[in-house]
């Protein structure tokens, strides 16, 4: 499984439609402060079910929604389309490609759909649950809190990348069927 594409309109600083398509592997985003390279972390975070504005580095969820700049006035609504790459069917769903995309208006409103079908954003979860991706797993690390994980003791750094590298689930069954 991995990122296949991912499409941003309306979200932060993306007013107008932006495709990205990555191909399996590194991808490594660059450009000056202020780009919104950022914001294409946040992104993902956000179609992924992401709640909290804070953790998407905002004051309220209507932060995510393009608030206008000198060039161009605000839009209604935003909206992220992740398409990840199931062809090694490690998602739990029988498609080669999900696609998960979250909108929200400014009304408040907000719609999840999965390849293109309403769902709740517990059907989400469900199918992210254990791929190691979903908000509650360390697969985005934000920059503040790459200081937290450098500056962190040598054990709770090493539950950190074993909970990243998946293995950390292995070892809970592991000391559950030694304690037997
Ligand atoms: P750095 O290199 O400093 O980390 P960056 O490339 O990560 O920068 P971001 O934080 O992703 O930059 O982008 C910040 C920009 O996004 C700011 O110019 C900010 O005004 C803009 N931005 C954030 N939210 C919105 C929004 N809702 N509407 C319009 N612009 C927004
Ligand atoms: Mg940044």
């Known amino acids: 499984m991995y990122l296949r594409s991912l499409t941003l309109k309306g979200f932060k600083s993306f007013a107008d439609r932006t ?3 990555f191909d399996p592997g590194l991808t490594v985003v660059v450009g000056p402060n ?4 950022s914001n294409v972390s946040d992104a993902i975070l956000w179609v992924l079910g992401e709640q ?6 905002g004051q309220a969820m209507e932060d995510v929604i393009f608030s206008g700049s000198s060039a161009r006035g605000p839009v209604s609504v935003a909206e992220v389309t992740l398409v990840l790459d199931n062809s090694d069917h490690r998602l739990p769903v ?10 929200m208006y400014r009304s408040g ?11 709740r954003l ?3 979860q469900d199918i992210l649950h254990d791929s190691g991706l979903g908000k509650d797993t360390h697969s985005i690390i934000s920059q503040g809190k790459l200081d937290a994980i450098l500056s962190s003791r ?17 070892r809970r069954r592991k000391e559950r069927s030694m304690r037997r």
């Open 19 to 21: 495709h990205m398509v």
């Open 34 to 37: 202020g780009s919104g390279k």
């Open 52 to 57: 909290s504005a804070k953790q998407l580095r």
């Open 94 to 103: 029988d498609f080669d490609e999900v696609a998960v995309t979250r909108r």
């Open 109 to 119: 409103e907000s719609e999840y759909l999965v390849n293109a079908a309403p769902a």
């Open 122 to 124: 517990r059907d989400i």
């Open 154 to 170: 040598p054990e709770e750094r090493r539950s950190l990348i074993e909970e990243a590298a998946g293995i950390s689930k292995h």
